[in-house]
């Protein structure tokens, strides 16, 4: 019941830092905007997507709605029936599952995700703190699945 609490609490309060920094931009920054954020590495832009990653299906939001509904669905579910499960599958899991619910919380009120983070040294997409959670979440269930095999469990 404890592991129950502690993760609910978890996802709670990455979803609430992840509204928290796109607040944050929206109102300190005009769209399109940029601000340094850390000099040279990374700045702060306010863009609305309405796609998904690098801003593919573009205004497609019924589509993302429903891919979203089942995925956390599962997530939850397989969260659930693993609870006791190791600590790379737990924290994948909750990082899949609040990055999933904060860009979600986005695309239901505006119609859009708001995108910040831009990499000042590289030519990369504009992204946000759900993507970076659903980006770690993703890689921490890799290890978790090739731990498991490795161990021949």
Known sequence: MKRKVSIFISI??????D???KWYVVKEIPLGGMRSFIPKVVSLTYLKNSGAAFSMLENQQ??????TI????AAFVYLYRHIKGSLWLLLGLTLIISGG???FIDRVRQGFVVDM???DFMNFAIFNVADIYLTVGVGLLLIHI???ESHGS
């Open 70 to 73: 089942i995925a956390m669905g």
């Open 19 to 21: 509204q928290a920094v």
């Open 62 to 67: 019924w589509f993302f709605t429903i891919i």
């Open 12 to 17: 709670l309060l990455l979803i609430a830092l």
């Open 117 to 119: 983070f831009h990499l």
């Open 146 to 148: 090739l731990r498991e």
């Open 101 to 103: 619910i904060g860009n």
